[in-house]
């Protein structure tokens, strides 16, 4: 792209646009911490996770002294909690329920925030979510059902949340500051994933699992309060910029500026190719972090033989390595662009690679190493923090390649992202359920596989220039 950065000096992390960043970042906290909070609760909501190797076992006699003595450990500090008889293969259900949830949502709440604003949009969906989260505990003793139909419609509630965040950054935020900010506000989820799985055992263990889920619906609430009194859709609307700033951001988004739109060139997105790379690109992304988020405490739990709280601290520490990356990532992006050291599309390019590269090799090597309890852990922090590097790469192409319909395209690239989730959350409970060792091998190298097709096809075929079907001279023939 050529974009020109402003020649008058604007201040970047004391102004408006940043504080913006901030308040989706604590966002992207709440949704995650709220989407994550089954999978450390889920470890002492049923007993079968404490046994590695036999799912399918009997619930009430394991058969080490070190599980059992972890699993009454964990009775004697909340005794009132139920415990629930799924199978893995239920569990993995439950898991993919919430991208069930989001899929319905993402491509038609992507379109409507376009038009009439993500704030609310955005907003309700957090509300949504952060009720259903605290209701959660009150499902699960109704029966499996009713928590399978709370999180898939507490997915369709995230999905709302999730993708209004690139309407308002088609808005907010100038091209050349677009991995910064991006990735302060993404950044979120990774340090919402590091503080509920780091915390989540311990409040398990000391108040009961129901708490888990009380405490971070009661944060979303919180959250919802402050964006709605905090953040507008768009610069010019909002009472407490500077016009300094203001005069900035618009100046800076000048060539793109988006007009109201009553349709969306559909037939020409379907023959795009460098969209389909960045949608190939989401699939094979959310395909290896979906099993991270969903199955890393049991993964630590079944292959380390630790107990609930233990394993939620060490389930923690790969998240602070991703929410670092997150940012550092953009940064460094931002300074390649603007230094003018490489191209968009270089950078793009470079970024992806070293997000699906480096993972897929710490992947294939954990079960060789499973023996290894600092080794396993080392590769366990290193996947979900190079993965995220995908961050300033094609996760925000959408902006660089149509900007006009960012939102849009963002909730069919979640949606493509969900779609594998749902299929790899499902395949992983069925492998481990046939057996624990062969199981998790064959999870891991079908993971590399798939970000190995999906770092090839976005080599091939992504680009960086706005789209000719993206720019406004094309809305004279929709």
């Avoid at 109201?260 to 795009?272: D, F």
């Avoid at 480096?358 to 993965?387: E, K, Q, R």
């Avoid at 939102?407 to 790899?424: K, T, V, Y």
Wanted: aromatic letters at 12%; glycine letters at 8%.
């Amino acid at each position: 792209m050529d974009e020109k950065p402003s020649t008058r000096k604007v201040p970047e992390f004391c102004s408006l646009r940043y504080g913006l960043a901030l308040i989706m970042h604590f966002s992207n906290f709440t949704v995650i911490t709220q989407r994550v909070s089954l999978s450390i609760a889920i470890i002492a909501m049923v007993n079968s996770t404490q046994q590695p190797g036999l799912f399918n076992a009997s619930t009430e006699r394991p058969l080490a002294f070190t599980l059992n003595h972890s699993n009454r450990s964990t009775k004697e500090f909340n005794s009132g909690a139920s415990v629930y008889e799924w199978s893995p293969e239920t569990q993995g259900i439950i898991f993919s329920s919430i991208s069930y949830g989001i899929i319905l949502t993402l491509i038609p709440s992507g379109y409507l925030a376009g038009i009439f604003g993500a704030k609310q949009m955005l907003g309700a969906g957090l509300l949504i979510s952060s009720l259903l989260t605290l209701f959660t505990p009150l499902a699960a003793d109704f029966g499996v059902i009713l928590v399978i139909v709370i999180r898939t419609v507490q997915g369709m509630a995230q999905g709302m949340a999730w993708t209004g965040q690139f309407t308002i950054w088609a808005k907010w935020a100038p091209p050349l500051e677009r991995s910064k900010l991006t990735s302060i506000a993404g950044s979120g989820a990774a340090f919402g994933s590091f503080i509920i799985l780091c915390v989540g055992g311990l409040i398990s263990q000391t108040l009961g699992w129901p708490f888990i889920f009380y405490i971070f619906g009661s944060i979303g609430c919180v959250c919802c309060l402050l964006w709605f009194m905090v953040i507008y859709d768009d610069p010019m609307h909002h009472p407490c910029i500077s016009v300094r700033e203001k005069d900035h951001i618009v100046s800076s988004l000048a060539q793109q500026s988006s007009s109201p739109r009553r349709s969306v060139p559909i037939k020409a997105m379907v023959r795009c190719l460098p969209l389909w790379a960045i949608f190939t690109g989401f699939f094979s992304h959310f395909w290896l972090c979906t099993i991270i988020i969903t199955y890393l405490p049991t993964y630590i739990s079944s292959v380390l033989h630790v107990n609930i709280r233990d394993s939620g601290v060490l389930s923690s520490l790969p998240f602070i390595a991703a929410s670092s990356c997150t940012i550092l990532g953009g940064q460094l992006a931002d300074f390649l662009l603007s230094r003018k050291l490489l191209r968009l599309i270089t950078v793009r390019k470079l970024f992806s690679s070293l997000g699906l590269l480096l993972p897929s090799l710490c992947a294939v090597a954990l079960p060789f190493v499973a023996s290894s309890y600092t080794t396993t852990i080392i590769l366990l922090i290193l996947i979900p923090g190079t993965s995220n590097l995908c961050d300033s790469g094609f996760i925000i192409n959408t902006l660089d390649v149509a900007p006009r319909y960012a939102s849009f395209l963002m909730g069919i690239s979640r949606g493509f992202g969900l779609i594998a989730g749902i299929i790899s959350s499902t395949a992983t409970g069925f492998l481990i359920s046939q057996d624990s060792v062969s199981g998790w091998r064959n999870v891991f190298f079908l993971a590399a596989a798939v970000n190995m097709f999906g770092l090839v096809f976005y080599l091939t075929f992504g680009q960086a220039e706005i789209q000719h079907w993206a720019k406004e001279r094309t809305l004279t023939r929709l």
